[in-house]
């Protein structure tokens, strides 16, 4: 029972949850819209008084109020800051899905939310669109079309790698015998990352076979749900989760980890999500097998047979840092690689601006955050910015390569399967 005056609040929120706040603001400096705009509604504490004043009807949802609930990254900063223990996560997803119900959206920015929210969870959807680009890489023209195109799909299009230049498969030494007591991991393909991250993927599962993990796959993967947990579309969401586990669940895994750290945070959430559902319990025993990929490979230490003299900075992408708590793993694991320097960028846990699909669908904030991050990793002179999400790794080299900089942005798996197999290459 509430201990509050909540007898005739809207369902808003999680109501009780608010109650957390003590309105200290130490959370202000951590929140990336608060740093990049100085308003106080654009910063966790403002948003949590709105959320509150919606709830109790001191408030109407009108486009002011919606415009800084949608400005919010959903990259939970202010969670690792918060003294208090505030479940913003969770508190601005719920908000998401009143603002869904309850608001109606001018045009342009129906659609584009509309036309994520369509294509985006489906591959096969995202294949078909993306095929026009595949064909302008190939003949060499997407540069040519591009100054044609109105500034917006320009923005979109400059998110999209280039065909094939995220890939390092082509020298991969043949894996060793695994034993069949092996510890079992599935890496989670997720939706997007299916299309846009395939060596990030598939080189997880490369590096998890030569540190000895048996790797599982699943017959054929779907969505996650993170991308209808960051619209406000929580039905589709548990319809993902429910899929999700009943594909997974009987696999029996150890483990399970995704290529991008916003998958695996959505997983990890199956518990909340999915907890009056019957399938909790699997929900459960699935969230509490979640785990990162420099995690894995720090339990069965990796081999590497050269040096790899560079230098390189380290971007926590938010789902990993604040989602999961996981930050030394991948900094003690970039430290193994033999000749390899590691150097800290500033703020290196302040969102990138990819957060989802933001980028999409807020790309004046995200530009103003990738200025950010690019000055920041060039500040450091690193030749490598290496990260464990293929959003961030999007967001950031699109910025890197509007400066014309010859910094590397890559994924964490594909720069160990780089320095891996470099050894591999100088030891035939
Ligand atoms: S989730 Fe991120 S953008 Fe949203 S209030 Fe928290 S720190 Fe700010
Ligand atoms: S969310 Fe936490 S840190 Fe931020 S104002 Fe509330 S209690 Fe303070």
């Known amino acids: 029972m509430s201990e509050h005056p909540a007898s005739a609040h809207r369902d808003v929120t999680d109501y009780e949850l608010l109650f957390d706040c003590v309105h200290c603001g130490l959370c202000a400096e951590a929140c990336p819209t608060y740093v990049a705009t100085r308003s106080e509604m654009d910063s966790p504490r403002g948003r949590i008084y709105l959320m509150k004043a919606l709830a109790e009807g001191r408030m109407d949802l009108d486009a002011d109020a919606a415009r800084h609930l949608d400005l919010c990254l959903g990259c939970r900063g202010c969670e690792s800051a918060c003294p208090s223990g505030v479940k913003y996560g969770r508190l601005i997803e719920a908000a998401r899905v009143f603002v869904e119900c309850e608001y109606r959206r001018a045009g342009f920015d129906r659609f584009r939310r509309a036309a994520v929210s369509v294509v985006f969870p489906y591959p096969a959807r995202l294949r078909a669109l993306l095929m026009p680009v595949r064909i302008l890489d190939w003949l060499g023209l997407r540069k040519v079309v591009r100054t044609a195109l109105p500034v917006a799909a320009r923005e979109w299009l400059d998110l999209l790698p280039r065909h094939g230049t995220n890939s390092t498969e082509a020298n991969w030494p043949a894996p060793g015998a695994i034993a069949d007591d092996a510890p079992a991991v599935i890496v989670h393909h997720g939706c997007v990352a299916q299309v846009l991250a395939k060596s990030e993927n598939a080189n997880s599962e490369r590096l998890l076979a030569a540190a000895g993990y048996r790797v599982v796959k699943i017959p054929s993967t779907k969505c996650c749900g993170a991308l209808d947990l960051h619209a406000g579309n929580g039905e589709r969401a548990r319809e993902f989760a429910r899929a999700n586990v009943l594909a997974i669940s009987k696999l029996k895994p150890d483990a ?13 959430e199956y518990r909340e999500i999915l907890k009056d559902d019957t399938l909790a319990p699997e929900a459960e025993m699935l969230a509490s097998k979640v785990k990162d990929l420099s995690s894995l490979l720090l339990e069965r230490p990796l081999q590497f047979s050269a040096r790899f003299d560079c230098v390189v900075t380290y971007h926590d992408a938010c789902h990993l840092a604040h989602g999961l708590g996981v930050r030394e793993a991948p900094r003690v694991l970039l430290r193994s690689v033999p000749g390899l320097k590691l150097v800290e960028m500033e703020n290196s846990d302040l969102c990138c601006g990819s957060a989802g699909s933001y980028n999409l ?11 950010r991050k690019a000055d920041s990793i060039a500040a450091t002179g690193a030749q490598y910015v290496v990260l464990a999400n293929p959003g961030c790794e999007f967001q950031i080299a699109a910025e890197l390569r509007r400066r014309g900089s010859s910094i590397r942005v890559m994924h964490l798996a594909d720069f160990f399967a780089l320095a891996m197999t470099r050894g591999a290459k100088q030891n035939r």
């Open 256 to 268: 399970i980890i995704s290529a991008a750290s916003g998958c695996s945070t959505a997983i990890a």
């Open 361 to 371: 669908t807020e790309p004046k904030m995200a530009r103003e955050l990738a200025r």
